[in-house]
């Protein structure tokens, strides 16, 4: 694992289950309002990384499944997990058509999956995650850390 303050973080993982503890890292560091957006190409890892989150919200990570042809999950709790999958939207003017209000809600925690389609509309201070094959089992993950609140989760999830 390597990254500072100033530059992107990025760490291998070398299983499902390496991907889920990261998960579960960050989804104890969000809070209210946070929105994660994931990219990464098909079979990245980015569901299972949504499931650590999960589980790192004191949910059951076996719930969380992809919202591919619903396009949206939430997940009830004291602040509510919202799972945005954007792969079958056309680009922003789709997204557009989203209720983005409650999406971005700062009564919730929202993760976006292909992130990509949401394109201008992200919230300023997302975090940029994105996830690559490395090998079969090997995923790289980064995390772009240009805002305060990016850095900030990055030394949450990073701190022993």
């Known amino acids: 694992?390597?990254?500072s303050a100033t530059s992107d973080w990025e760490c291998v993982s070398a299983s499902v289950e390496e991907t889920l503890a990261l998960g579960e890292r960050l989804g104890r560091a969000l809070r209210p309002g946070d929105v994660v957006a994931l990219h990464g190409a098909l079979?990245?890892?980015?569901?299972?990384?949504?499931?650590?989150?999960?589980r790192g919200l004191g949910r059951d990570p076996q719930t969380v499944?992809?919202?591919?042809?619903?396009?949206?999950?939430?997940y009830p709790g004291a602040v509510p997990l919202v799972h945005v999958d954007g792969y079958r939207l056309e680009g922003a003017a789709a997204v557009a058509w989203l209720d983005l209000e409650m999406i971005f809600s700062p009564r919730k925690m929202t993760v976006i999956e292909w992130a990509e389609r949401?394109?201008?509309?992200?919230?300023?201070?997302?975090?940029?995650?994105?996830?690559?094959?490395?090998?079969?089992?090997r995923r790289r993950m980064r995390l772009a850390l240009r805002t305060a609140r990016a850095q900030a989760i990055a030394q949450q999830i990073t701190s022993p």
Do not use: C, W, Y
Request: net charge negative.
């Open 65 to 74: 499944k992809s919202p591919t042809f619903v396009l949206m999950r939430e």
């Open 1 to 3: 694992m390597k990254g």
């Open 118 to 137: 949401f394109a201008g509309l992200l919230p300023e201070e997302a975090l940029e995650v994105h996830l690559d094959h490395v090998s079969t089992n």
């Open 43 to 54: 079979g990245s890892g980015k569901t299972t990384l949504v499931q650590g989150i999960a």
